[in-house]
């Protein structure tokens, strides 16, 4: 029996379809509202608003669950890597032994971008932030290679997935060898992901990069965390982007733009600073708590408080975990992670905390462990998004594959002046 709900507006009463998710969420579908009534809905930041169906993320923040196309975070935690995780994300099932062979030739195949693309990091400067390059570079893409981007069908939206999952890996690390003056290291075939990001990252033409295992399991485990989110803001910018029918690669360039904001992905940045300014000016965990609840100069724990995690963010619990494990395999220790237990204790025992709900979210650990991984700081947002580069473009294909889209095309509530009217220069 279809649920509805009852809106009464000017003495009529309106009844409104209610939706069900197959996880059980409820959602009051307002598509004809204003046909039939006149009104639009206001909602500041959509934090009540569903912008789309979706199958491929499931997030309860109440219970602090986050399940990629319905198998929970920490199965695949302990179980998958992050091209398997990606395949998942993106084509909406764990790829048979057949399409994870295939999947792993394309990202080998397409992992070297055209070499006239690689001048223009010589027009950077060394000081050009990398996520500026990634989204330009993403978006010249598409003028190299069109065909590749051209997806009509199953095998070339393969063949697109992977190619920008490959490529943008090989983008990052250019940007890094550029802004420190190394030369730019050649993809090689033979390496998995994690390693060949690695190894584009830190070889030197007189000696190979080796990572330990410990160090390629926790980027895998780092990338796989971050590969998709629901309706976040970068995701969102992406659908948004694509539901214009714009490319592929157009839409995940936006999606980084959106990411590079220190309430979103650049919040790992902006986490690592906060420590470092803790642990420079010596100032007792105890007076930054104060600062953040007074609200000193807009300050904020960052790092945590999330839209939609009312509770742990699961990732934040497994990051840590893997931080430790690095730490220990390392046989080191940082005192910015020191720092950061202190400072989630005092939080999660302190009630301005609690009664906000503010627990630690994915950014709260992930940069202690990429500065664990000896990723330097002007990266960790970068290899945000290539962890998200799998959600973006699952969700640029659900648009793609929808012939009923629409453009997405949000109204307003008009706030500004009216009745005006033009005035000569003379007397204004
Ligand atoms: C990511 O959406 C996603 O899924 C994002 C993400 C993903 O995987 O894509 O999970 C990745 O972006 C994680 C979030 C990273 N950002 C940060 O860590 C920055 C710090 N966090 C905050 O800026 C904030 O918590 C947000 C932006 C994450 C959420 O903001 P909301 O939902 O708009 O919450 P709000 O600003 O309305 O806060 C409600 C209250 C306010 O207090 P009062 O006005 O009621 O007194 O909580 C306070 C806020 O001041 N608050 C914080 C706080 N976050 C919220 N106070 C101190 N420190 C914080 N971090």
């Not at 840590?320 to 204790?345: C, F, R, T, W, Y």
Request: proline share 5%; with cysteine.
């Amino acid at each position: 029996m279809s649920r509805s709900a009852a809106l009464e507006l000017d003495g009529v009463v309106h009844q409104l379809p209610v939706v069900e998710g197959s996880e059980g969420e409820l959602a009051i579908d307002i598509s004809k509202l204003r046909d039939t009534t006149g009104y639009i809905t206001l909602d500041d930041g959509y934090g009540n608003t569903g912008s789309c169906r979706s199958a491929i993320t499931y997030i309860d923040g109440d219970a602090g669950i986050l399940r990629y196309r319905g198998i929970p975070i920490e199965d695949l935690a302990g179980r998958s890597s992050f091209v398997e995780t990606a395949w998942l994300v993106i084509f909406g099932k764990l790829p048979t032994v057949e399409e994870r062979n295939r999947f792993a030739d394309l990202l080998g195949e397409n992992s070297m971008i055209d070499e006239n693309m690689r001048k223009h990091f010589d027009g950077f400067p060394a000081s050009a932030p990398p996520m500026a390059i990634l989204s330009a570079m993403i978006n010249t893409l598409s003028a190299h290679n069109p065909e590749l981007w051209n997806v009509t069908d199953d095998d070339s939206m393969e063949r697109a997935a992977a190619a920008l999952m490959s490529k943008v890996r090989t983008i990052a690390a250019a940007a890094y060898k550029s802004s420190i003056g190394e030369p730019k290291v050649y993809p090689r075939y033979d390496l998995k992901y994690a390693d060949h990001f690695l190894h584009m990252m830190f070889s030197v033409p007189y000696r190979d990069y080796q990572p330990t295992k410990e160090v390629t399991a926790a980027l895998n485990l780092f990338l796989m965390l971050h590969a998709d989110h629901e309706q976040n803001c970068s995701t969102s910018t992406v659908r948004m982007v694509a539901s214009s029918k714009a490319n592929l690669l157009a839409s995940c360039a936006a999606g980084v733009c959106a990411l590079w904001g220190p309430l979103h992905g650049g919040a790992n940045v902006a986490v690592i600073e906060m420590l470092q300014s803790i642990q420079d000016m010596k100032m007792p965990v105890a007076e930054y708590v104060r600062k953040v609840k007074a609200k000193e100069d807009g300050i904020k724990l960052m790092g945590f408080g999330h839209r939609v995690y009312k509770n742990f963010d699961p990732r934040s619990r497994i990051l840590k975990k893997a931080v430790d494990d690095v730490l220990a395999q390392q046989h080191a220790s940082d005192p910015l992670l020191d720092i950061a237990l202190e400072l989630e204790a005092a939080a999660l025992s302190d009630d301005y905390f609690v009664s906000r709900k503010l627990y630690p979210n994915v950014d709260f650990y992930s940069g202690i462990l990429l500065r664990s991984l000896g990723i330097p700081l002007n990266m960790f947002t970068v290899m945000f998004a290539i962890g998200r580069m799998p959600g973006w473009i699952a969700n640029w294909k659900e648009i793609h594959d929808d012939s009923k889209g629409r453009i997405y095309r949000p109204r307003q509530v008009y706030v500004g002046p009216t009745g005006q009217s033009w005035e000569p220069r003379s007397e204004r």
